[in-house]
């Protein structure tokens, strides 16, 4: 079974940037489809952007253009880098990793993007 951790998220002004990082442990990370999802108070915990073990992408409508994913297999690790922040984005961020039905999470890091 996979470990994930996610390094630290931070506060943003704005139409600033963040990058994520996501690194695994314990298991080949390449078999995985990993994932970003955020959740916001009050809210349910929603997609934000995933890549299959292929490398292929697939993002929520509301960062589309804005918000890219990706992996790099040498370092067991998935990125999400993320542009032009809105005040909406803010959330804690969970990194994902999913193989066949079994889903494992990282601890989640909180971005905040202040207006």
């Known amino acids: 079974q996979v470990q994930l951790v996610e390094s630290e998220g931070g506060l943003v002004q704005a139409g600033g940037s963040l990058r994520l990082t996501c690194v695994a442990s314990?298991?080949?990370?390449?078999?995985?489809?990993m994932g970003w999802y955020r959740q916001a108070p009050g809210k349910q915990r929603e997609l934000v952007a995933e890549i299959s073990r292929g490398g292929s992408t697939n993002y929520a409508d509301s960062v589309k253009g804005r918000f890219a994913i990706s992996r790099d297999n040498t370092k067991n690790a998935v990125y999400l880098q993320m542009n032009s922040l809105k005040p909406e984005d803010t959330a804690v961020y969970y990194c994902r990793a999913r193989l066949w039905a079994s889903n494992n999470w990282g601890q989640g890091t909180q971005v905040t993007v202040s207006s």
């Open positions: 314990g298991d080949i990370f390449s078999r995985y489809d």
